[in-house]
């Protein structure tokens, strides 16, 4: 079963512009969720999909930040326009159900200059 | 606010035991998992634990005591490749699938 994936694993970008990021979930994975991870913090929720719908977005830092999954497969992040303070690494995560245990895949690392 | 602590480093031998305790003051509290993560990688599962008490599976065991607020994840026959990060994380309700994390124990094996 393959794991779930995202891309890019590293994106440089300038304050100011537009970056998107994607994952992959587990196939057959409902449950979706974005998390981040900033130098030296701890790893931090963002957002949680089931299917296509948005089923908790707490953790969105502003509105800077726009998270999608149309059609309930893959999801995209999109931070526009990019600030200093938003990098990090952002991970996808993923699971079958309600289970304690979430498969996470690699991260994404963003440096924003 | 949610608050889970945990030492930021620990080194042991290869071969020995080592425990990671992790501490937490949060809104609420429905279970503590465990995630190991090795460097650039994806955090990986562990264990769970709900109730009080020792789950074991392998190598690996997590204790939980709801009374004290902690836990603890229990590494035997330590070998290299257990080298990495680990990370203790709270489900904080039934209905809350998001997972509040604490900021992670580097574990150093030494030959």
């Known amino acids: 079963e393959a794991g779930v994936t995202q891309f890019p694993s590293h994106s440089v970008i300038e304050k100011g512009q537009t970056v998107t990021l994607r994952c992959d979930p587990i196939?057959?994975?409902?449950?979706l969720y974005w998390y981040r991870r900033v130098m030296g913090k701890e790893i931090k929720f963002l957002l949680h999909?089931?299917?296509?719908?948005?089923?908790?977005e707490s953790g969105m830092p502003n509105n800077r930040f726009l998270a999608e999954r149309t059609g309930g497969t893959y999801s995209t992040l999109k931070v526009q326009p990019a600030e200093l303070e938003d990098s990090g690494v952002y991970f996808c995560?993923?699971?079958?159900?309600?289970?304690?245990?979430?498969?996470f895949g690699p991260g994404t690392r963003l440096t924003v200059t | 606010g949610q608050s889970l602590e945990q030492p930021s480093e620990v080194t042991a031998v290869e071969g020995a035991i080592v425990q990671i305790n992790c501490t937490y003051q949060t809104s609420g509290f429905y279970g503590l998992s465990w995630y190991q993560q090795h460097d650039g990688g994806a955090p990986t599962f562990l264990s769970y634990n709900g109730l009080d008490g020792l789950e074991e599976t392998g190598r690996f065991s997590s204790f939980l005591s709801r009374s004290d607020s902690y836990g603890y994840l229990l590494l035997q026959e330590l070998q290299m490749k257990d080298s990495a990060s680990y990370f203790c994380a709270v489900k904080l309700g039934a209905g809350s699938y998001q997972l509040t994390f604490g900021k992670g124990t580097k574990l150093s094996v030494i030959p």
């Open positions: 995560a993923s699971s079958q159900d309600s289970r304690y245990e979430q498969y």
């Open positions: 999909f089931v299917k296509e719908s948005k089923q908790d």
């Open positions: 196939s057959g994975h409902d449950n």
